[in-house]
């Protein structure tokens, strides 16, 4: 028998409601303020790239999420109720996965057991190496992963490739979001675009999606909403469809915070009573 609360929360989201949202995150290094009042919302099906200039909180901001940190203020709700985040794995456990930039490959390992390292499949007490190879090659043709084996050594993959493997890790615990941390950095056009259609795929299996990049030429290919942090606080959420670069980089760089602009604010602003 359904669970009538797990019924309301698949509901929700049937109802357009958000998978993960974040709500007023704040946190605060000793006298150092990183996020303050931040505001997010992932749909299933969705990639919204999150943008900014460095130091304007993002990496705080994914790793509160990813549970590495712990916010101080707001609330962070998973398919429409509060949860609490403490440490990685209860990120883990609701359905978030992380792919940090560093990758965190074992480069000695083969790619079967990189695949399933920490997660390995057993069969009284022994390693069923048969069936980790068997769900590694299903896992790899159904994104369309494209390497000579997945019984050679990580190390001998390039830098596309030992990308597509992390994403594809990720994946294995079957997660509903995927933080995806400068996926492209450092690679070169061809390995950019591998990496650019596994977003694609993994938004064709429903995930949600949050991408970290500073390249708007990738943001603008696979991303259906950008999210621009400036300063630790949120500076613009923009559909990407009918959303020109320009708008976008001038969010992240302040460029719409002028004098102008100020002064048209205060224009609008409500009168005193009996001031003209």
Do not use: C
Request: proline residues 4%; without cysteine; negative net charge.
């Amino acid at each position: 028998m359904t669970d009538p609360v797990s019924r309301s929360y698949a509901s929700a989201l049937a109802d357009g409601e958000p998978v993960l949202a974040l709500r007023g995150i704040s946190k605060r290094f000793g006298a150092v303020q990183a996020l303050t009042d931040v505001e997010l919302e992932v749909h299933q099906g969705e990639v919204v790239a999150l943008v900014g200039d460095n130091g304007a909180g993002k990496s705080t901001l994914v790793k509160s999420i990813a549970g590495v940190h712990t916010i101080d203020d707001g609330q962070i709700e998973w398919e429409g109720r509060p949860v609490s985040v403490h440490r990685p794995q209860d990120a883990q456990h609701l359905g978030i996965a992380t792919v940090y930039q560093d990758l965190a490959l074992a480069d000695n390992l083969d790619v079967v057991a990189n695949l399933f390292l920490g997660r390995e499949l057993t069969t009284h007490g022994t390693l069923d190496e048969v069936a980790m190879e068997k769900r590694a090659q299903e896992l790899l043709d159904t994104l369309s992963i494209r390497i000579p084996s997945v019984r050679i050594p990580v190390a001998s993959l390039s830098g596309g490739q030992r990308q597509v493997v992390a994403i594809a890790r990720s994946l294995i615990g079957d997660p509903k979001v995927v933080i995806l941390d400068e996926p492209t950095a450092a690679l070169g056009v061809e390995q950019t675009a591998q990496v650019l259609d596994l977003v694609e795929r993994l938004r064709g299996r429903d995930l949600g999606v949050i991408l970290i990049s500073h390249n708007m030429v990738d943001v603008a290919a696979v991303a259906d909403t950008v999210a621009v942090l400036r300063l630790g606080r949120n500076n613009g959420t923009f559909p990407m469809a009918g959303t020109t670069q320009e708008t976008i980089i001038a969010a992240i760089t302040g460029a719409t915070d002028n004098a102008v602009t100020r002064r048209a604010a205060r224009a609008t602003w409500p009168r005193p009573e009996g001031e003209a």
